[in-house]
């Protein structure tokens, strides 16, 4: 079983539908990111959490320390944010461990 | 601002033969890091660099990887030889200064490696 686990793997939705992707973890971490990356591979860093809650836009990130748990929403999606968004948690030890990504794909 | 650069955005070579990735962070960033990204899957860490030194190479293939960064700002990746399984992205991230609570990674556009 990985450490970080992301659901669902695959998401479609249409234009404008609010978007929840989900990301828990099974260690203990200092800090948690999100990451987007778009076809052709370039990664952008969304967001950095270790409590709470931050919001950019239409993006929103909380996380749940003591549940293990992060949570991507995107409110009015748009085609252009199809994209694979990655969570990501840096465990105490200083290591980052990866999910496998949330492929979005928005329609139109 | 210039954002993470990599260098070459693409390479496709025979197997056996060695190859070499160059990155250079984002100035300012003491901290580097160097990412092999297979097809549907997230990114692996390869090394970390703090300033000059690899403070964490535990998951680089220490028989055909190696990595320097020699100043404490660009850092080359080589594989040699290169094997078929090595084909995948290899990205290149800086951060600064790692906080208590992490730093954010600013990730270059990466170099997609294809061994034939």
């Known amino acids: 079983k990985n450490e970080v686990e992301q659901s669902p793997q695959n998401l479609t939705a249409q234009e404008g539908e609010f978007i929840t992707i989900n990301c828990s973890y099974s260690?203990?971490?200092?800090?948690l990111h999100w990451l987007q990356q778009h076809p052709g591979g370039g990664i952008v860093s969304l967001f950095m959490?270790?409590?709470g809650k931050k919001k950019h836009g239409r993006l929103i990130a909380t996380i749940n320390i003591q549940e293990k748990h992060s949570s991507l929403h995107i409110t009015a999606s748009h085609p252009r944010d199809s994209a694979v968004y990655i969570c990501a948690a840096m465990n105490r030890d200083d290591k980052i461990i990866f999910g496998k990504g949330t492929r979005l794909h928005i329609l139109p | 601002e210039a954002g993470v650069v990599q260098s070459p955005r693409y390479k496709i070579i025979e197997k056996k033969q060695p190859v070499a990735f160059w990155c250079n962070p984002i100035s300012g960033h003491n901290t580097l890091y160097w990412y092999r990204q297979n097809l549907g899957q997230g990114p692996e860490l390869l090394i970390r660099?703090?300033?000059?030194?690899?403070?964490?190479d535990s998951q680089l293939p220490k028989d055909r990887f190696s990595a320097e960064r020699l100043k404490g700002v660009d850092s080359t990746l080589k594989i040699q030889p290169a094997e078929l399984g090595d084909s995948a992205v290899y990205l290149c991230?800086?951060?600064?200064?790692?906080?208590?609570?992490?730093?954010?990674?600013?990730f270059g556009p990466g170099t997609r490696l294809l061994v034939l």
């Open positions: 991230a800086s951060s600064f200064n790692r906080g208590l609570d992490g730093e954010t990674q600013y």
């Open positions: 959490l270790s409590s």
């Open positions: 660099y703090e300033n000059e030194e690899a403070v964490d």
């Open positions: 260690v203990g971490i200092s800090a």
